[in-house]
């Protein structure tokens, strides 16, 4: 089932309905104290994950690496990223959805909030049990339908690519 609202508009109404429900951005370490939580329940260990981000990148697109410029076969199996060879010896990565779709999501560069974002809704999605508007902030409560769709794709990708 398609949503009603999509791109601008959509994005808009969320502003507006969030900004009604929890008021102004300037209370917000007041009004929205699980989103604080959140955050800071990712804040100490944000910069291991990055490095250890960064360093799997490095790795892959080393001289040393054996599959260098080929699709390695984990992420064939699991459905996450893929390596793409592009313009010569640089290697990209690219959720194989956008190949399919043509829907590409621009790479984590290391952005405070971007990155905090990201491992926060990692951690969210990757937990063992499933997602309830009790376990959300604030900030992601309009979107709990969202994450519960995407919730089971993450924790396939987890298996598959542990077993």
Known sequence: ????????????YL????????????????SLPLTAQWSSSIWHDKDQDWNEHKNSLLALTSDENPYQ???PSAALRTGGSLMVKTNGSIVTSVPSAAINTGNQQPECNGE???????LGLLKLLSGISGITEESLPETLKLNLSRLRA????IQKI??????
Do not use: C, W
Request: charged share 15%.
């Open 150 to 153: 995407v919730q089971p794709q």
């Open 112 to 118: 405070m909030v971007d990155l905090l974002v990201r």
């Open 1 to 12: 089932m398609e949503p009603l609202l999509q791109g601008p508009a959509a994005f808009d």
């Open 69 to 71: 410029g080929h699709l």
């Open 15 to 30: 502003k507006n309905a969030f900004a009604n429900h929890y008021e102004s951005p300037s209370d917000a370490l007041t």
């Open 158 to 163: 987890i298996v598959i690519s542990t077993s």
